[in-house]
């Protein structure tokens, strides 16, 4: 029975990044699905248990494998989502600038009779940044829709990371390598399969 892989996410990131493993999915996404977390859960465990509440919301079918997913940025023990506005982003900016944080991504990956639940942590670790660097890159780039306020592909990566220890694809915002031992190890899965035009 060949299984379908599907990804619960909208963000153009993800969806480049699983694609590049060449593995062929569709996406389903669900509106309104509760993102919260009670204070409770540890810093460092919370993009892990978004990721699997998000997996909950889901009915999957027997021949289905669903991926959820959920990115924080974590600096002096505070998370930082996304900016509400351009104040907001050059303020989280500020707070990563001359520091090393972390870039959590938890990760469930859900079928009919089986989920596996993982994090990956990336240390990422910025220069001091300048008044005119951090502006310059929240006017011209508006990351408001990214996890402590910047994209590592983007101006902002070039000119401001000075070292990165782990996935720097996690960073992007999907930790591919992980996922596809896991589809491997826990799903079965088998690239030689997509030599006749199998899926999974």
């Keep these: 029975m060949k299984t379908k892989l599907i990804l619960a996410s909208n ?3 993800r969806k480049e990044l699983l ?3 060449g593995i062929p999915f569709e996406v389903r996404v ?20 978004i990721a699997t509440n998000k997996a909950k919301a889901y009915e999957v079918a027997a021949d289905e494998i669903l991926i959820t997913a959920d990115t924080v940025v974590i600096v002096d023990d505070e998370i930082l989502g996304k900016p509400s ?5 050059c303020q989280m900016l500020r707070k990563l600038s001359g520091k090393s944080h972390h870039v959590i991504t938890g990760v469930s990956l859900k079928s009919y ?3 596996k639940t993982f994090s990956v942590d990336t240390e990422v670790t910025f220069k001091t940044l300048s008044e005119s660097e951090i502006d310059y890159y929240v006017t011209r ?7 402590g306020a910047y994209g590592i592909q983007e101006w902002i990566g070039y000119i401001g990371v000075t070292s990165l220890r782990g996935s720097y694809f996690n960073v992007v915002g999907f930790p591919v390598q992980r996922i596809y031992d896991e589809l491997c190890k826990s799903f079965h899965f088998d690239i030689s399969s997509l030599n006749s035009d199998e899926q999974i």
């Design 11 to 13: 963000s153009p990131r």
């Design 85 to 89: 506005d351009a104040a907001d982003a």
């Design 141 to 147: 780039y508006k990351p408001f829709d990214k996890a």
């Design 113 to 115: 009779d089986k989920q």
């Design 19 to 21: 694609g590049g493993l």
């Design 30 to 49: 669900l509106q309104g699905i509760d993102e919260s977390y009670p204070e409770t859960v540890p810093t460092d465990k919370i993009a892990e248990f």
